[in-house]
T-cell receptor, first 109, second 112 residues
Framework: GQNIDQPTEMTATEGAIVQINCTYQ??????LFWYQQHAGEAPTFLSYNVLDGLEEKGRFSSFLSRSKGYSYLLLKELQMKDSASYLCAISGGSYIPTFGRGTSLIVHP | NAGVTQTPKFQVLKTGQSMTLQCAQDMNHEYMSWYRQDPGMGLRLIHY???????DQGEVPNGYNVSRSTTEDFPLRLLSAAPSQTSVYFCASSYSAGREQFFGPGTRLTVL
């Protein structure tokens, strides 16, 4: 089976940096996804980590440590539009990713 | 490309009624899946398919049926709706395992 843990909610200030953590336990691991979901909308893909280390995409970066079962999503220069839920998902033994419960990020001025 | 489309956007059913949620994609993706999303529960996998003619159960399959007769379409059938099936339903597709999933806009279902 799989177990994925993320904080339920985080708040941050516009212009700041925020780190959203995801820890997991799984019997099989192929990679870890991060998705963004604005209220009332569908999730959209942010990143996919297969190997250990940091991958950077503009203001967003994602880190993976397979030995520790740990990932984080780093958001820099926060903007109001970054207020959304951030979903961590594991691609494990089955073909389809399993999602965590998501972290609701609130960015305030 | 339209991407992943879902119909209807909203639906209200009475307990015991049946209905089909439609999902189609025009990206020639082999992998398709259905999730439901409830407050505080994240996305939970109902059923998935890795190609035409192949389907399998996810985490919460009870009360739902699927079929995949073509690559493009993956309908989800509610056999006898129950209030516990009130949720937002998302269909998603991907080119293969380990590739990003593209999600449809969702169907918001209420069962009275």
């Amino acid at each position: 089976g799989q177990n994925i843990d993320q904080p339920t909610e985080m708040t941050a200030t516009e212009g700041a940096i925020v780190q959203i953590n995801c820890t997991y336990q799984t019997s099989g691991f192929n990679g870890l996804f991060w998705y963004q979901q604005h209220a009332g909308e569908a999730p959209t893909f942010l990143s996919y980590n297969v190997l250990d280390g940091l991958e950077e995409k503009g203001r967003f970066s994602s880190f993976l440590s397979r030995s520790k079962g740990y990932s984080y999503l780093l958001l820099k220069e926060l903007q109001m539009k970054d207020s959304a839920s951030y979903l961590c998902a594991i691609s494990g033994g089955s073909y389809i990713p399993t999602f965590g419960r998501g972290t609701s990020l609130i960015v305030h001025p | 490309n339209a991407g992943v489309t879902q119909t209807p956007k909203f639906q209200v059913l009475k307990t015991g009624q049946s209905m089909t949620l439609q999902c189609a994609q025009d990206m020639n993706h082999e992998y398709m899946s259905w999730y439901r999303q409830d407050p505080g529960m994240g996305l939970r996998l109902i059923h998935y398919s890795v190609g035409a003619g192949i389907t399998d159960q996810g985490e919460v399959p009870n009360g739902y049926n699927v079929s995949r007769s073509t690559t493009e379409d993956f309908p989800l059938r509610l056999l006898s709706a129950a209030p516990s099936q009130t949720s937002v339903y998302f269909c998603a597709s991907s080119y293969s395992a380990g590739r990003e999933q593209f999600f449809g806009p969702g169907t918001r279902l209420t069962v009275l």
